[in-house]
């Protein structure tokens, strides 16, 4: 299986920066798409942004130009660098991957806990 665990969340007041962080573990074969999810209180959970292992990125339109999704293969982690945010942005945001194990040759979508993301004045 594959394990992720994020990071990086926290406070911030409008017009502020976070970068949250994502790190893979377990029996990886491959991180085919690695993304970041945001869900609100009593709100659907909603697609953020993805990247591909060859870097192609996607982007939400609500938080295109802001943020900004990176990865670093070595380290099996993918980053979201969050600038200008706005109240709307509170949420917790959740790490995602398509991915591979070297325990099952089919890929898989597996999931992190969450970390909790305020924007406020």
């Known amino acids: 299986q594959v394990q992720l665990v994020e ?4 406070l911030v007041q409008p017009g502020g920066s976070l970068r949250l962080s ?3 573990s377990g029996s990886i074969f491959s991180l085919y798409v690695m ?4 869900q609100a209180p009593g ?6 942004a993805t990247i591909t292992n060859n870097d192609s990125t996607n982007y939400a339109d609500s ?3 802001r ?8 380290k099996n982690t993918v980053y979201l660098q969050m600038n200008n945010l706005k109240p709307p942005d509170t949420a917790v945001y959740y790490c995602n991957t398509f ?6 040759g089919s890929a898989a979508i597996y999931w992190g806990q969450g970390t909790q993301v305020t924007v406020s004045s």
């Open 67 to 74: 943020f900004t999704i990176s990865r670093d293969n070595a």
């Open 43 to 48: 709100k659907e959970r909603e697609l953020v």
């Open 35 to 38: 993304g970041w999810y945001r």
């Open 22 to 24: 994502c790190v893979a």
């Open 99 to 104: 991915a591979k194990s070297t325990t099952w």
């Open 7 to 10: 990071s990086g969340g926290g």
């Open 63 to 65: 938080v295109k130009g």
